[in-house]
């Protein structure tokens, strides 16, 4: 397998757990785990495939640790890199907006010619918008801690099984 890193907020709880799963499935100790918060464009460039936990703040907003990280994301040519991003929200509180943290972060990505994989079904939540859709698909890997937690290991070995086959 290529050389592959999850990136995330190791001071976040929730996304945390999930990158831990999302590690544990890919059954690959060589996969590393790297922490957002204290990335450089150096040390991201020296991936190949990057798996992006990118929790939804506030309405609508990607974490502040992300945000201050995009400037330096807009000035990389990320052609031939391949991405997948998770993404945290809550479909009852914040229904107008869920997960919409994975949308921001794909439409950055892809218009730095990353390619984006890991889409997965809408079906199964139940919200009034979300910038993570196209077609009948998330962008990503929608997780739904508060009203769904119980699907969270399903849907991350799923989602981890089509995530393997890309990432060859």
């Known amino acids: 397998m290529k050389k592959t890193a999850i990136f995330y907020s190791f001071n976040t709880h929730k996304t945390s757990k999930i990158a831990v799963s999302i590690k544990e499935s890919f059954r690959d100790d060589s996969i590393e785990l790297v922490n957002v918060e204290d990335l450089d464009s150096e040390n991201f460039l020296k991936y190949d495939n990057y798996v992006l936990g990118v929790p939804t703040w506030f309405d609508g907003e990607l974490p502040n640790y992300w945000d201050e990280f995009i400037p330096d994301l807009e000035d990389l040519d990320l052609k031939g890199k391949v991405f997948a991003i998770y993404g945290l ?58 009203n769904q937690g119980s699907m969270n290991k399903e849907r991350v070995k799923n989602w981890v099984d089509d995530l393997k086959k890309e990432f060859s």
């Open 89 to 146: 929200g809550d479909q009852k509180k914040y229904s107008e907006n869920f997960v919409d943290g994975i949308g921001l972060m794909a439409e950055i990505l892809l218009e730095k010619g990353a390619k984006l994989v890991g889409y997965t079904s809408i079906e199964g939540y139940t919200f009034e918008a979300s910038k993570a859709i196209r077609g009948d698909q998330f962008l990503g890997l929608a997780i739904d801690y508060e």
